[in-house]
C-alpha cells in the first residue's frame, strides 16, 4: 500500500506541474454514458478547457469519424 501511495502521489505532482510544451485541447467531448470516467469526474477535468457533453459512451468511434471527416 505504501509504494502505492507513493506512485500515486509522484503522478499527482507531476500532473500538476505546469509545463511550457504541454498539449493543449480545443475541444473535449464528455461521453455521458462512460462506463470508465464518470462523466461529472470528466467535467471538473475539462473544467478548464471548452468540453460539450454528448450521449455516447467512452470512445464514440461514430463521433471520431464524423470530426475526421471535417477536417
Known amino acids: 500500500m505504501a509504494s502505492l501511495r507513493t506512485e500515486l502521489i509522484a503522478i499527482e505532482e507531476q500532473a500538476t506541474?505546469?509545463?511550457?510544451?504541454?498539449?493543449r485541447w480545443d475541444e473535449a467531448y464528455?461521453?455521458?454514458?462512460?462506463?470508465i470516467f464518470s462523466s461529472e469526474n470528466q467535467q471538473?477535468?475539462?473544467?478548464?478547457?471548452?468540453?460539450?457533453?454528448?450521449?455516447?459512451?467512452?470512445?464514440?468511434?461514430?463521433?471520431?469519424k464524423q470530426l475526421l471527416q471535417e477536417i
Not at 17 to 23: G, I, K, W
Not at 45 to 56: I, Q, S
Open 30 to 35: 464528455i461521453g455521458n454514458d462512460d462506463r
Open 17 to 23: 506541474v505546469p509545463s511550457a510544451t504541454a498539449f
Open 44 to 64: 471538473r477535468a475539462w473544467a478548464h478547457t471548452p468540453h460539450k457533453c454528448v450521449d455516447m459512451a467512452h470512445y464514440p468511434e461514430k463521433l471520431f
